[in-house]
């Protein structure tokens, strides 16, 4: 399954250098507001060390792991809303992607200009809120006018659909995320079609400087008390750290790198993790001598949905499934072996795929 994440922030908060350490795409990473003008995407693997346990086990001809879009997006100012800067082309960009990585500047740097003059994240943040929460009462209001005449003639389903909307209306107009607004999936329905940007999930990005990699500092320290009602992730990397890991060649010298640095793992890592957590998104695999590749699915999938990710035949045609677990996998060395100590279960349809699971699907067309 395609997921996407878009890396957003104000101009230099260090957005297309933390892309380029993710990817091998590389965006124009310059002195000054802009230099991002079309989104970037970049594929990435995501890291997984039960990849590398099962490659060992099974010794195949390749290893394919999970990947994760990433796309740069140009950078925002005031007035976004109503066409300022780049403002309709990045609200256009991201209404594409499936959760928002929030890049904000937590470092001091004379020689790096901020579009504002000044060092303030939680200020930074409120600036992109505002922004795109002025773009979703567009969205509302707009759908509000289409729904209204119905609902007054008397349509139970419209009327229903009418008090969704004018919640949502009031949480946008008291300066609130559209994330923040308690509601069923029933009623959420009425907001699916107008995409609304604030209603997608979160990750806040500090970027630090190599000072405050370990401890943080207090711009990381605001931003966290800002965000703490939302409930969302603050991730803190050093974009400058990342860059210098993403020239590295080898796994062997990176992982080298981040002890000088007294680090277990990279801001990259952290991030991707973060995402995943956000998105409820776990990992299966499958394993064989041609490969042994990793699927991401969403948590709660059952075995014919996960099926459905390698091919839509799988699915249709569903059959069983046969699940070995990484523990009894490591133990018993084999899928043979496995299955002659009974540690190779055979499921159905209803079986709830979970983390680490490795699967063979049987099917028929």
């Given at each position: 399954m395609g997921l996407k994440c878009g890396i957003v922030g104000l101009p230099n908060v260090g957005k297309s250098t933390l892309f380029n350490a993710l990817s091998n795409n590389?965006?124009?990473?310059?002195?000054?507001p802009f230099c991002t003008i079309e989104p970037n995407v970049g594929v990435i693997a995501v890291p997984d060390e039960r990849l590398r346990i099962l490659e060992q086990l099974v010794n195949p001809q390749k290893v394919v792991p999970t990947t994760f879009e990433f796309v740069d997006i140009a950078g925002l100012v005031k007035g976004a809303s109503k066409g300022e800067g780049l403002g309709n082309q990045f609200l256009a960009n991201i209404r594409e992607v499936d959760a928002i990585a929030h890049v904000v500047r937590c470092f001091e740097n004379d020689n790096i200009i901020h579009v504002d003059g000044r060092v303030n994240p939680v200020a930074d943040k409120e600036i992109i809120d505002t922004e795109l929460q002025l773009k979703d009462l567009e969205s509302v209001e707009k759908k509000i006018a289409k729904v209204e005449r119905a609902?007054?003639?008397?349509?139970?389903k419209m009327k229903k659909e009418l008090a969704t909307l004018q919640v949502y209306q009031q949480a946008l107009l008291s300066g609130k995320n559209a994330r923040s607004v308690q509601m069923d999936a029933e009623d959420k329905k009425a907001i699916e079609d107008i995409q609304l940007l604030t209603d997608k999930p979160v990750i806040y990005v500090a970027?630090?400087?190599e000072a405050s990699i370990h401890t943080g500092n207090k711009y990381v320290e605001a931003l966290k008390e800002n965000v703490k009602a939302e409930g969302a992730d603050v991730v803190m990397v050093c974009a400058a750290i990342e860059a210098q890991i993403a020239e590295l060649e080898t796994m062997e010298d990176r992982q080298v790198f981040l002890e000088?640095?007294?680090?277990?793992?990279?801001?990259l890592n952290k991030l991707v993790h973060a995402a995943y957590h956000m998105l409820d998104l776990i990992t299966y695999f499958t394993a064989g001598e041609k490969e042994v590749r990793a699927w991401t699915i969403h948590r709660g999938w059952r075995a014919p949905q996960a099926a459905g990710v390698i091919h839509t035949d799988f699915e249709k045609g569903f059959i069983r499934a046969e699940v070995i677990k990484l523990a009894d996998y490591q133990k018993y060395k084999t899928e043979a072996g496995c299955r002659e100590a009974g540690k190779l279960a055979v499921e159905g349809k209803e079986y709830v795929v979970e983390d680490g699971d490795i699967m063979h699907f049987r099917f028929n067309v």
């Open positions: 590389k965006a124009e990473a310059a002195n000054f609902a007054k003639s008397g349509d139970a970027n630090v400087d000088e640095y007294g680090l277990k793992e990279s801001g």
